[in-house]
DNA sequence: TAGATTGTTAATCGATTAACAATC
DNA sequence: TAGATTGTTAATCGATTAACAATC
């Protein structure tokens, strides 16, 4: 009864999908580099880590990309993933926190070959401005709007300490940006239409702790202590 | 028929459950700092952001810590999703990856303040052995069994470049690790029982940039370019 | 044609949320 | 008691996965 039809290809993709293609794109970059032409979705699955039906599943989002009987031709399928999350073209990202985070997010090689330059590095901190970091100078957080403007950023990088992160993220608000990377430890208020992730170290931490926690004790159904001696 | 119990309670958490509980743990310790000592779910589920009915549900697989009519004491909630979480002990963490990402995790006071320990740092650079980062010296990668075993780490994390990840994974594994922490891009082999988290910079801006490319174009159902002019 | 593998269906599973009885 | 808020139910929604017809 849904008409789907292939103009709606690149439309309605389920986020659980969206965020597996950037996986899905650096597997296939591999197998390209080592020279594989084709692959099948077993064989990318495995690779991955993930159920070859989900794979399927998530390719059918974007459209018929494979041979059946065959499988999926390496570099076809890389580029139309690379395609469908809009990395065909070039993101002006800044970066607003120079500290020790930030400094390693302005070094880092991989933002740059998946199609995103970072085109500032900001810091409220007078001392620093001038300062060079990874071939960028450090700028006044003041200017964010100009800057944003000029190189018309669409994407920011929050990399300050958690009291400073909403005052950041307003200030990116205002000028135009509606993708925000969170590092700070604190959930941001941002209108609607404004996207925030957030990557959060030691609530990664927290997580594994608490299955790490469920491993150690005896696992007899009593309300023991469970603490091992040190 | 589901024969729950109080003694029940701490098993079988929901993972998505799971993952929010440190947001929640945050949140208490804010409002335990600005000195409040009671809190509705509506008011503690609008400062994390989430849905007050989901809160209440979250918090529902601990026990019931809430008073009907009331809410929830701020100290007291804090201290059962801490207990629950498994931060009420001290976990050791040791980093393998000394770059400018293993830096600025070994400096984050973050981890810390929540339980997590860094006891050793390790690379297998010869040339930075020695070198103090942080109050702790960087030591040979060799000696990870030795250091793991000796300081009773659980938790390893990997901030090393991808090419090495899987092998630091594996020592890690021999070492009796079981719970990663992976900040290469790179997935993870690794047995049944060792739990991999894994934080990806590149993917967030990846999934930043799918939405970010659907805000542009015009709204118009049109098979266009949907580029806009540099 | 026979074998292989995709793309899709439908069943299942897990997460979210509105609503409200319980109860402070 | 009246008002407030929890803890839980049940409906809904979205994600996963086994199975298989389509088809190369």
């Given at each position: 009864?849904?008409?789907?039809?292939s103009?709606?290809?690149?439309?309605?993709?389920?986020?659980?999908?969206?965020?597996?293609?950037?996986?899905?794109?650096?597997?296939?970059?591999t197998?390209?580099?080592q020279g594989t032409?084709?692959?099948?979705?077993e064989?990318?699955?495995?690779a991955?880590?993930?159920?070859?039906?989900?794979l399927?599943k998530?390719?059918?989002?974007?459209?018929?990309?494979?041979?059946?009987?065959?499988?999926?031709?390496?570099?076809?399928l890389?580029?139309?993933?690379?395609?469908?999350?809009?990395l065909?073209?070039?993101?002006p990202?800044?970066?607003?926190?120079i500290?020790?985070?930030?400094?390693?997010?302005a070094?880092?090689?991989?933002?740059?070959?998946?199609?995103?330059?970072?085109?500032?590095?900001?810091?409220?901190?007078?001392?620093?401005?001038?300062e060079?970091?990874?071939?960028?100078?450090?700028?006044?957080f003041?200017d964010l709007?100009?800057?944003?403007?000029?190189h018309?950023?669409?994407?920011?990088?929050?990399?300050?300490?958690?009291?400073?992160?909403q005052d950041?993220?307003?200030?990116?608000?205002?000028?135009?940006?509606?993708?925000?990377?969170?590092f700070?430890?604190?959930?941001?208020?941002?209108?609607?239409g404004?996207?925030?992730?957030?990557?959060?170290?030691?609530?990664?931490?927290?997580i594994?702790?608490?299955?790490?926690?469920?491993?150690?004790?005896?696992?007899?159904?009593?309300?023991?202590?469970?603490?091992?001696?040190?």
């Amino acid at each position: 009864m849904s008409a789907r039809n292939s103009a709606d290809h690149g439309r309605d993709i389920p986020e659980a999908t969206v965020a597996r293609l950037p996986v899905y794109l650096r597997a296939l970059t591999t197998l390209a580099d080592q020279g594989t032409s084709t692959c099948s979705s077993e064989h990318l699955a495995a690779a991955v880590g993930v159920n070859s039906a989900k794979l399927r599943k998530d390719l059918s989002y974007l459209g018929s990309y494979g041979t059946r009987g065959v499988g999926y031709d390496v570099a076809y399928l890389r580029y139309q993933i690379a395609r469908e999350i809009g990395l065909t073209q070039d993101w002006p990202v800044i970066v607003v926190g120079i500290g020790n985070l930030g400094q390693a997010l302005a070094s880092f090689s991989g933002f740059r070959s998946r199609g995103f330059r970072i085109v500032a590095l900001l810091d409220a901190d007078e001392s620093r401005h001038g300062e060079v970091v990874s071939g960028l100078p450090v700028e006044p957080f003041d200017d964010l709007a100009r800057i944003a403007r000029e190189h018309g950023v669409a994407i920011g990088v929050i990399a300050t300490p958690a009291h400073a992160a909403q005052d950041v993220a307003d200030a990116m608000v205002d000028a135009g940006i509606t993708s925000i990377l969170n590092f700070a430890p604190s959930v941001l208020q941002v209108p609607e239409g404004v996207d925030v992730r957030k990557v959060d170290l030691s609530i990664e931490l927290q997580i594994l702790a608490y299955h790490e926690q469920r491993k150690l004790p005896v696992a007899a159904d009593v309300d023991g202590v469970g603490e091992v001696s040190a």
